[in-house]
């Protein structure tokens, strides 16, 4: 399940962010974080996976017609579970009314799940 980032947060979402091969450094990782809380426009989401664990991020800025995914990062024990391709399909059902695009980085892992969830 999706929860929107709080501050409550913060060290969970940087370690997840941390997954990243570019933010691996804490000052990029609180960089990052804040250009999230700088503007409503840009939402960072955490995944719990059924055991309760937070295992996944997904990071977008969000207008009134586009979800621009700019990161998505999932715990090394929990890769190859899916799990990216629940958030996308979560953020979907949140926004449903939008477009879902995703960054040079993420878009390749987007469009798999597109094809697989038939959203082309």
């Not at 409550?8 to 370690?15: F, L, Q, R, S, V």
């Not at 804490?26 to 939402?43: G, H, K, N, P």
């Not at 926004?95 to 597109?114: N, Q, R």
Request: charged letters at 30%; one cysteine or more.
């Amino acid at each position: 399940m999706l929860y929107k980032y709080k501050n409550d947060y913060k060290k969970i979402a940087m370690g997840l962010l941390s997954f990243i091969p570019n933010l691996k450094e804490v000052s990029r990782l609180s960089t990052e974080i804040e250009w999230y809380e700088a503007q409503d426009d840009r939402c960072l989401f955490l995944w719990k996976n059924d055991d309760g664990d937070f295992c996944g991020i997904i990071g977008a800025e969000i207008d009134d017609a586009i979800v621009m995914i700019r990161h998505v990062a999932v715990s090394p024990q929990f890769r190859k579970e899916g799990v990216s391709f629940e958030m996308f399909t979560s953020l979907a059902k949140r926004y449903p009314d939008h477009k879902m695009m995703g960054s040079f980085e993420v878009a390749p892992l987007l469009t798999k799940w597109e094809k697989t969830h038939g959203q082309e």
